[in-house]
Nanobody, 127 residues
Framework: VQLQASGGGLVQAGGSLRLSCLAS????????MAWFRQGPGKEREFVAA??????????YYADSVKGRFTISRDNAKNTVYLQMNSLTPEDTAVYYC???????????????????WGQGTLVTVSS
């Protein structure tokens, strides 16, 4: 399984970015897909997740990004997106795409639940 994250960059506060995660070796419609991030000097933290269709297709968001970020899938492209709006300097981090093909996860917000990880893409938000 390979997850290739892209779309990071430098953006001013209040701006938007869309991250992409192209998956191979796994069918994203049958997998939990998630985004985590790790800011400078911080621990990795949950951002957003989308359950597999067979698991209910629920979406989950960290409180800090609710209403600003949206996770979505394009099953035909086997790609997951993270649309990020109203960015603030606190959103500066390396963003990682993650996946797991189990039917049910104990916790969608826990990074150790996910078996597969992308390489990360850096998002820098300037004030």
């Amino acid at each position: 399984v390979q997850l290739q994250a892209s779309g990071g960059g430098l953006v001013q506060a209040g701006g938007s970015l869309r991250l992409s995660c192209l998956a191979s070796g796994i069918t994203i419609s049958n997998a939990y897909m998630a985004w985590f991030r790790q800011g400078p000097g911080k621990e990795r933290e949950f951002v957003a997740a989308a359950a597999a269709r067979r698991s209910g297709s629920n979406q989950y968001y960290a409180d800090s990004v609710k209403g600003r970020f949206t996770i979505s899938r394009d099953n035909a492209k086997n790609t997951v997106y993270l649309q990020m709006n109203s960015l603030t300097p606190e959103d500066t981090a390396v963003y990682y795409c993650a996946a797991d093909s189990r039917l049910i996860l104990t916790s969608t917000m826990t990074w150790s639940e996910y078996d597969y990880w992308g390489q990360g893409t850096l998002v820098t938000v300037s004030s």
